[in-house]
Each structure stands twice: as C-alpha cells, then as structure tokens.
C-alpha cells in the first residue's frame, strides 16, 4: 500500500475503525522488512489520520494526554509503509521502516525484547544505545511509555 497526502483526505476510512468508548484503538508496529514487532501503542483518530498524511508514525500518548511523533525526541522516527485494519476493525498494524533501528526508549531494537523462558522473562535483545545518551536533557515524564 502507497500512503499517500489523498488517502488522508478521505476520511472515510476512519469511519470503519472500531474505536473505543475512549475513542482509541491498539496499534501494534512491524518493521516491514523484517516483520519483526516493534511496539504496542494507541491511536486516536487524528493521530491516525496524521500519520497517513505525514507518511510517519504518530501516536496517542495515554500517559502525557497528547499526540506523539515517534522520534521527535530520540530521532528514531518509523517512516510509514502501511497502514492495515484487522477483520473485527479494532486493531491496526504500522508497517515502518524504523530509522536507526531502536523503536524502544530502552534503546533496544523493539520493545518486545524479553521471551517467556522456563516460566521467567529473559531478556533477548541487548541495549543498542544508552537511553541516557538518547534522551539527554529530557526529563523521564517525557519519556514515558504510550
């Protein structure tokens, strides 16, 4: 699919997304190469309708109320390569090309680095960058996890 400034336009499609009864939906993020899970998120409907429109990730942050750009704060944007809805039309997928390959504000490749192993969670992916390197200067509330 070709995310394109006219898809945006049409709103449609926002129309069939089932939200909720707070007016989101769950956004789960895949690298579109590699289709690894990136992130777990939240969209509201301009959230959503930005990142068709910006061609970029955006989300709605539920613990700082406001609309967040992937990576304007990291760096680390998600370039947006698709956009799908699933059957029951309450869950969307992100398909990103994810710039400098961290999507974690742990500073790991994906925010789903730790596997069930033996009845404990191991974790499986190491830091790629120190999130104090990452975030310098920025304050923790910031930082927090959609």
């Given at each position: ?32 190469k590699t289709l690894r899970v990136l992130t ?81 969670w191991q974790t499986i992916d190491p830091v ?19």
């Amino acid at each position: 699919m070709k995310v394109t400034a006219e898809t945006a336009l049409a709103k449609d499609w926002l129309n069939q997304v089932n939200w909720s009864n707070e007016g989101l939906v769950p956004v789960i993020t895949q690298d579109f190469k590699t289709l690894r899970v990136l992130t777990h998120a939240w969209l509201n409907r301009e959230a959503l309708a930005l990142a068709v429109q910006e061609g970029r990730a955006v989300y709605w942050s539920r613990s700082r109320r406001k609309l967040w750009r992937k990576g304007e704060e990291s760096g680390h944007v998600q370039k947006l390569h698709g956009v799908f809805l699933d059957c029951d039309g309450d869950t969307v997928c992100y398909m990103v090309e994810q710039v400098g390959g961290i999507a974690c504000h742990t500073g790991r490749e994906s925010c789903f680095y730790r596997r069930l192993d033996g009845g404990q969670w191991q974790t499986i992916d190491p830091v790629l960058k120190d999130p104090e390197e990452i975030y310098a200067g920025k304050h923790a509330a910031q930082r927090a996890t959609p």
